[in-house]
């Protein structure tokens, strides 16, 4: 596709489910990151991948995160037990790769909502 | 901790006003530096980056940025703002690996 794309848009789930949130990065695109936007947080590094492998996974906020990548493209980022303080806009990034100072493009992002 | 700061969490102007937005890092070392802009109800999408070379870049829109290396500091500027700059701006470090740390961003709104 043309661009970072996140499926769903907006998802609202209560309290203790889990959530599935999809990213497909730009075709061709190696690095895939994860990213979370919520009031009083500001915009939060989740995880990075290169390839299928996760280099770095230190901002996942706790073991009810998890996040994986298949095929080198699409990325699903699972939230299990969902909290309320879960809830924000989750962005997904992709960029050709590591070298420096390349451009990382955004999706729309995933609005969760836990009631 | 290393951080990003933007000093600005709301401003309000007039159009053809001019704008800058601070930035500062407490990064050592090489750093790359970046704005990013999201429009209502828009992606985040690149203004303009700083890694190397000239310490003043252009970017998209008419927006330019300066390095200033003593200062820890990148501040965006536009001579004469639009309407339609009116969104939020972020601006980010690379923190390796191509990862962004973010600030807290900055609410821009120009009034016709």
């Known amino acids: 596709g043309a661009g970072v794309s996140q499926s769903p848009s907006n998802k609202v789930t209560e309290k203790g489910k889990d959530v599935e949130l999809r990213c497909d990065p730009i075709?061709?695109?190696?690095?895939l990151y994860w990213y979370r936007q919520s009031l009083g947080q500001g915009l939060e590094f989740l995880i990075y991948?290169?390839?299928?492998?996760?280099?770095?996974k230190s901002g996942l906020p706790s073991d009810r995160f998890s996040a994986e990548r298949t095929g080198g493209s699409v990325s699903t980022l699972t939230i299990q037990r969902t909290q309320q303080e879960d809830s924000a806009v989750y962005l997904c990034?992709?960029?050709?790769?590591?070298?420096?100072?390349?451009?990382?493009?955004f999706g729309q992002g995933t609005r969760l909502t836990v009631v | 901790a290393q951080s990003v700061s933007q000093h600005n969490h709301h401003v309000i102007l007039s159009e053809a006003a001019s704008l800058e937005l601070g930035c500062n890092y407490s990064?050592?070392?090489?750093?790359?530096l970046f704005w990013y802009v999201q429009y209502p109800g828009q992606h985040l999408q690149l203004l303009l980056k700083?890694?190397?070379?000239?310490?003043l870049v252009k970017g998209i829109k008419g927006f330019e940025a300066e390095f200033i290396k003593s200062k820890f500091s990148f501040n965006l500027r536009k001579p004469s703002v639009q309407w339609s700059d009116t969104a939020e701006y972020f601006c980010?470090?690379?923190?390796?690996?191509?990862?962004?740390?973010f600030g807290a961003g900055t609410q821009v709104v120009v009034t016709p």
């Open positions: 990034a992709s960029s050709t790769g590591q070298a420096e100072g390349t451009e990382a493009f």
């Open positions: 075709s061709g695109h190696t690095a």
């Open positions: 991948f290169q390839g299928n492998s996760a280099p770095d």
């Open positions: 990064y050592g070392g090489t750093v790359n």
């Open positions: 700083y890694f190397s070379g000239d310490p």
């Open positions: 980010a470090v690379n923190r390796g690996w191509g990862k962004l740390q």
